[in-house]
């Protein structure tokens, strides 16, 4: 069984293609994303998205269902982003979704308007297994 993984991308202020990561082991995929210093969701553009290969050094691309009503599972856009309690000029948004029989992913900010910062923190965990404790990649 695979120990659930966290991995993030940090004060992105551009487009812009994360590390790629093997996930081996995990098919439970979850998105958070963290807009803020001038994001306005009313006037700003954001897409970022989860993207997944069969390998670490595969063609990646965005993970679909295959159903005419979802194009791209795990994403969100700026129309998703929700202001943050008690945090002035902070939005937020997450999305989570399961079995998914992928062996790398990667966060990526497909669309950025510019003049504001992101955060994408992406979570992994195998199935029935406890997410209570999330290792970075590369440790033990």
């Not at 995929?29 to 963290?34: G, K, Q």
């Not at 982003?81 to 992928?102: E, L």
């Amino acid at each position: 069984m695979a120990r659930p993984l966290k991995f993030t991308m940090e004060g992105v202020e551009e487009a812009r293609i994360g590390e790629a990561h093997k996930v081996k082991g995990h098919e439970r995929f979850a998105l958070h994303v963290r807009a803020y210093d001038g994001f306005d969701p009313s006037e700003d553009t954001l897409y970022a998205r989860v993207e997944a290969a069969p390998d670490e050094n595969g063609a990646f691309a965005r993970i679909d269902r295959g159903s005419p009503y979802f194009e791209d599972v795990l994403s969100r856009q700026s129309e998703d982003i929700q202001t943050v309690p008690d945090q002035d000029g902070v939005y937020a948004s997450y999305i989570a979704s399961n079995s998914y029989p992928v062996e790398a992913i990667r966060p990526r900010v497909v669309d950025h308007s510019g003049g504001f910062q992101v955060d994408l923190t992406v979570f992994t965990t195998g199935w029935a297994e406890s997410s209570s404790e999330y290792r970075e990649p590369g440790s033990p």
